[in-house]
């Protein structure tokens, strides 16, 4: 099926256009390098997207939100730049594109950030401009592929079970042939803490609409094996 047909034959255009118009520029709070096109309130933005566009059966806007496991990963990035400069990066469920637009202003030579919601891959091209950086959005599922990439980026894929299963078991076939995996987490349910070393942690602004709190504590994680990544802990 085309992605008209998917998205009920809605252009890239006007996602855009709704983005630019029902979210606002902000900058992130964790790593206020990077800015984003945000909204204030999930439930109200759902509503907007079925009343205006006529979209039906969308997935929740995680894309016009910075979660916590994004941030602590953007800003893990951004104070170790070497670990992506110069490589070929994925930011896996890239949401806002908030982990690819770190790596790629951390001087990665390729960032492709991948989302299936074609929601995402127009937000993550507006903040990729509005941050002056080039990622290469995909709506393509990768899970079980590898495209050689050095480095793979994961925020927030824990929060439910059968997924965060599937998604772990293909990150840490990507983690054994070399690449470099790291996975930002505040803790959720399903993170596979006996398959993973805590290599940072910070205090992370949230937004309560999501989390029902204002900080949320949030780690940085790699694969129990891969530690020369490893960094002390803030």
């Known amino acids: ?22 979210t606002r ?46 941030q602590a990963l953007a800003r893990f990035i951004l104070d170790r730049p070497e670990l992506v400069a ?4 994925l930011d896996f469920a ?18 492709q950030a991948c989302d299936i919601d074609a929601f995402a891959k127009d937000a993550i091209a507006l903040n990729a401009e509005s941050n002056g950086v080039r990622v290469r959005a995909t709506q393509d599922d990768l899970i079980g592929r590898d495209d050689g990439w050095d480095v793979v980026l994961a ?6 079970r059968d997924m965060a299963q599937k998604v772990t078991d293909w990150l840490h076939t990507l983690h054994s042939r070399g690449a470099r995996v790291l996975l930002g987490d505040p803790g959720r349910s399903y993170l596979a803490r006996d398959r ?12 309560r609409d999501l989390e029902d709190m204002d900080i949320k504590k949030t780690g940085v994680w790699s694969f129990t094996t891969d530690t020369d990544a490893v960094a002390h802990p803030r």
């Open 94 to 111: 890239s949401g806002s594109g908030l982990v690819a637009i770190a790596a790629a202003k951390s001087g990665a030579a390729s960032v």
């Open 196 to 207: 993973l070393t805590l290599l940072a942690e910070y205090q992370v602004p949230v937004t």
């Open 86 to 89: 110069g490589k070929h990066v």
């Open 155 to 160: 925020g927030d894929v824990s929060y439910e």
């Open 25 to 70: 520029l902000l900058q992130v709070p964790h790593a206020p390098e990077i800015s984003l096109f945000v909204a204030d309130d999930s439930t109200a933005l759902w509503q907007k997207t079925e009343d205006e566009l006529g979209e039906i059966g969308l997935p929740p806007p995680f894309w016009a939100f910075a979660w916590a496991g994004g």
């Open 1 to 22: 099926m085309d992605e008209d047909a998917r998205t009920g034959f809605v252009t890239p255009q006007q996602r855009r256009n709704f983005i630019a118009t029902h």
